[in-house]
């Protein structure tokens, strides 16, 4: 007869009245549980973090987590069955594992419609702002710039044609720093975009760039082109002029290149030598935490992102929230499915119309290019138990404290300018998404993630934090925090106040764990080539390539 074992040794259950639970461990096919004063074996082995059955579900029912539907019986589903679909038994077909699959999907991915009850919608009101104040030690700048949590001299490739140039000019520079007291980098900020022809996310590139260039973190910016590009320099120049951005607060320069690549970076090497002691001249001061504004994003996610880590990264931003600060959520396709969650405190019912609308929105464009946004979980999500983005997007959606309200929606790369809960627009690209939650003004960035990406972005901090304490231990070295706590017992509000605490301590100067390893990538929001029909007869009646070299303009 099989060991006994008790449901909560092996497994969580996001929310009471869940039919689902989440095994925390491998569990073998025949292994006995005792759940409340019922008792029932496993059918299959049960991979940790892939869902089992706890009660009876029925064709046609929902399968639950946090009492959201996530999938659709197909089946009779028993206790102790290991639930599920087509896409997750694909993805585990092309790994080698040393145990039999269910034969068959029991049930079918689902995403209710959200219909938003404007009669019945009632606005909700944002947590209690705390009494006392809290601080850390950061750089205030001047003309409502806000306050920094780096000090850094940043070298801005314009579009994708200069990012090479900046990373040279970055490698010759990047010992000066050490000189002074007060400024914490230099760093090359290179992308990808800018540099085809007319470019539809033009405004977005503009209003991302001009975002960088105000951030507090920005001690003084060099921005590079060649001046013949798509995207220019006088082109960010005018934006920002046109849209009121405070450029004659930040010490800047817009160059242009020309003639050789050594004298070029030559002459960016003295333009940013001119800068540094004015640069150093900005202390470290004792700031509100007021001034903190909390990207919250995740990548590489599994079954416990939205068990520890998502839930962790909220409720340090509730706790920024209370203090009057803010914190913004992004990711637009990884929401879908998690509209009732979000949308539970709204601040008022046009914040709901427009997170909806941009929900709509963002289906439109994917639908554009042939897509849906159930492409989204990736082979590696699926093979860590989120088997659909219904699934992954109510994990997503933990990054929202349920105290907290949802204050504002943003499109990709707007300014924050009160405190509060942001939605912004952004893709489910963990890159793309941060520089947009950049630009807007966050100066803290929450990473939770699963397998242990390392991402890190050039001038503001990353957190990283980790789901599990075995990925941890994997990757201590690499990651910031270890939400696995919690499944292993710390409670919540424990850890919590002690992520707090690191995030005032690295948001005062002391390094991430991804800043000691000196890496960091930068990826705006792509161009989107598709937006239309208009051309469309003009290319399928296109002459046909006839393996010829194309003629290059010069």
Request: negative net charge; hydrophobic residues 40%; charged residues 20%.
């Amino acid at each position: 007869m099989p060991a006994k074992v008790m449901l909560a040794e092996v497994s969580r259950i996001p929310l009471s009245g869940d039919n689902v639970a989440i095994a925390t461990r491998r569990l073998d096919a025949g292994t006995l549980i005792s759940h409340g004063a019922h008792e029932f074996t496993l059918d299959f082995t049960v991979m940790e973090g892939h869902r089992f059955a706890i009660q009876p579900i029925h064709v046609g029912e929902s399968l639950l987590s946090w009492n959201l539907p996530f999938g659709e019986a197909i089946q009779e589903i028993a206790p102790g069955a290991y639930v599920c679909n087509a896409g997750m038994l694909d993805a585990l077909s092309g790994r080698s594992i040393d145990f039999a699959l269910p034969p068959q999907p029991n049930f079918k991915d689902k995403i209710d419609t959200y219909t938003l009850n404007e009669a019945s919608f009632k606005p909700a009101a944002q947590v209690d702002r705390f009494s006392e104040e809290r601080t850390f030690m950061g750089y205030r700048r001047p003309k409502g710039r806000g306050v920094g949590t780096r000090n850094t001299i940043v070298l801005l490739g314009t579009t994708s044609r200069t990012g090479g140039f900046v990373k040279q000019l970055e490698a010759r520079l990047k010992e000066l720093p050490s000189h002074y007291a007060n400024i914490d980098d230099i760093v090359a900020v290179a992308h990808t975009e800018g540099g085809s022809q007319s470019p539809n996310n033009l405004e977005l590139l503009l209003r991302t760039l001009a975002g960088f260039v105000i951030h507090p973190n920005v001690g003084a910016v060099l921005l590079v082109d060649y001046g013949m590009e798509p995207v220019t320099n006088d082109m960010v120049h005018t934006y920002m002029q046109e849209h009121n951005y405070p450029l004659d607060a930040v010490p800047h320069h817009f160059l242009s290149l020309t003639g050789g690549f050594e004298a070029n970076l030559a002459q960016g090497e003295a333009i940013v030598r001119g800068w540094l002691d004015q640069v150093n001249s900005t202390p470290r001061t004792a700031e509100s935490v007021a001034n903190l504004k909390i990207a919250l994003q995740c990548g590489g996610s599994d079954a416990f992102s939205g068990v520890s880590g998502n839930p962790l990264a909220a409720w340090v931003a509730r706790e920024v929230i209370r203090y009057g600060g803010a914190a913004n959520l992004a990711e637009t396709d990884e929401l879908i499915g998690a509209e009732p969650y979000i949308l539970d405190k709204v601040r008022n019912v046009e914040t709901a119309r427009k997170f909806l609308a941009t929900i709509e929105r963002f289906k439109e464009r994917v639908a554009w290019h042939g897509h849906t946004a159930e492409g989204n979980p990736s082979g590696g999500n699926k093979f860590r138990g989120l088997y659909n983005i219904a699934l992954k997007s109510i994990g997503a959606g933990m990054k929202k404290n349920p105290d907290v309200r949802l204050d504002y929606v943003i499109d990709y790369g707007e300014q924050m300018q009160e405190p509060g809960y942001y939605f912004m627009d952004s893709p489910g690209n963990d890159l793309e998404s941060v520089a947009g939650q950049v630009a807007s003004g966050c100066n803290v960035i929450f990473f939770v993630t699963g397998n242990g990406s390392i991402t890190n972005f050039p001038f503001v901090p990353t957190l990283k934090f980790v789901t599990t304490s075995r990925r941890y231990r994997l990757l201590s070295r690499e990651m910031d925090v270890n939400a696995g706590a919690y499944l292993d017992g710390v409670s919540m509000d424990d850890l919590g106040a002690q992520t707090f605490e690191q995030t005032l301590n690295c948001a005062s100067g002391e390094r991430s764990v991804g800043e000691k390893a000196g890496h960091a990538q930068t990826q705006i929001w792509r161009d989107w080539r598709q937006t239309s029909t208009e051309h469309l007869d003009e290319l399928l009646h296109a002459p046909t390539p006839t393996g010829a070299p194309l003629p290059i303009n010069l």
